[in-house]
């Protein structure tokens, strides 16, 4: 009997490629499209979002251009509360989350893997760019990056455990975004042209603060700049509208570039530095999910990465207990968040990760 696969196809073109592979690998496939928020409720229109009914019924056609019956799964009861209401109650105590990480770990590979047990399925499969692989020595399943590293995506990943590895495919871990889009055209796919969607889906134009505030209905006022002596420099619009490390848009005619330290939230400041203020040498990061390893028992050397956008740096790690690491970088890291996500890398395999909840 063929193997079964549930397909995440969110209307674009990476899960519809990725369907086609799994279909051709012999496997019996359903295509399901996962209806998170309604776009009204979240302030967005259907030409600068995603999760839209064009989108939903983008997913459909491909499905079934390709012979696969497609469904919609509504997880938006979930979806707000374990991704945006975790996004709105981290950014609002100061610290910077990253919400496509709860979305893969609480809605992705957590619900629709439920969904598939009980549906007796064998895979969640997705158009995520990263590999799944496993090791006959420690016995465990290992993530790797893709091997198109611009498009790699284990980042946000990370959180990933035994049994969802088990149970996962990475069609496009192979492939080349250009090769992706070549396939999805041979095969006259509706949306082989298809702009990838922005990175957080339900927030539009990257207006975190705007967005926060029309969710929450409520103002964040305004308050003092400070410098790290405590001297006022001048007022900000709303602490929520400030990220750490960020030099533009402060609104203020200063001698010398300043740059955001620290957000105190319950002062309702937002502390200024010299450039030199912003970079850290050593962090701690909880919550954490090991993946290679079952626990980093000695100092290690790793590749290791704050934030999706920064690069990696090398840096040694200690798991000082169960649910902590501590991470001392080769070269002091710029603007490391509370909130980001800290993933370990040894060369292209993920070890693991966790939460950043503080560095110096």
Not at 252 to 270: F, G, H, Q, S
Not at 317 to 336: G, K, N, W
Request: proline share 3%; glycine share 8%; with cysteine.
């Amino acid at each position: 009997m063929a193997q079964k696969a549930i397909i995440a196809m969110s209307g674009g073109v990476d899960s519809s490629v990725a369907a086609l592979l799994t279909l051709k690998d012999g496997l019996e496939c359903v295509g399901v499209t996962l209806k998170l928020f309604e776009n009204s409720d979240v302030g967005a229109g259907r030409e600068d979002s995603c999760c839209s009914l064009e989108d939903a019924e983008d997913a459909r056609r491909v499905a079934y251009s390709i012979g696969m019956p497609h469904y919609v799964f509504d997880f938006g009861e979930d979806f707000r509360r374990d991704v945006i209401d975790r996004f709105v109650s981290e950014y609002t105590n100061g610290r910077t989350p990253n919400p496509c990480i709860d979305c893969n770990r609480f809605i992705k590979f957590k619900r629709l893997m439920e969904r598939m047990d009980a549906m007796d399925f064998d895979y969640i499969v997705t158009g995520h760019y990263a590999r799944v692989g496993f090791d006959e020595n420690s016995k465990r399943y290992f993530l790797k990056k893709a091997v198109d590293e611009r498009k790699d995506q284990s980042y946000v990943l990370y959180g990933m455990n035994q049994h969802q590895l088990a149970h996962t495919r990475f069609p496009l871990g192979g492939f080349n975004k250009s090769e992706v889009r070549e396939i999805a055209a041979e095969n006259g796919f509706v949306n082989a042209k298809k702009h990838d969607s922005q990175d957080i889906c339900f927030v539009m134009n990257g207006k975190y603060a705007d967005f926060i505030e029309e969710y929450t209905g409520e103002i964040w006022p305004c308050g003092d700049f400070v410098d790290d002596s405590g001297r006022t420099l001048g007022r900000h619009k709303g602490i929520i509208r400030y990220t750490i490390g960020q030099r533009r848009g402060l609104g203020l005619a200063l001698p010398a570039p300043l740059y955001v330290r620290e957000k105190r939230i319950r002062e309702n400041t937002v502390v200024l530095s010299p450039k030199t203020g912003i970079f850290y040498r050593k962090l701690v990061a909880k919550d954490i999910n090991l993946i290679a390893v079952a626990r980093i028992d000695q100092p290690t050397r790793v590749m290791a990465k704050v934030s999706y956008n920064q690069p990696e740096a090398p840096a040694t790690v200690i798991q000082q207990d169960e649910d902590t690491l501590r991470v001392e970088f080769d070269e002091p890291m710029r603007a490391v968040t509370a909130g980001q996500a800290l993933v370990l890398y040894d060369g292209d395999t993920v070890l693991g990760g966790g939460t950043i909840v503080s560095a110096g």
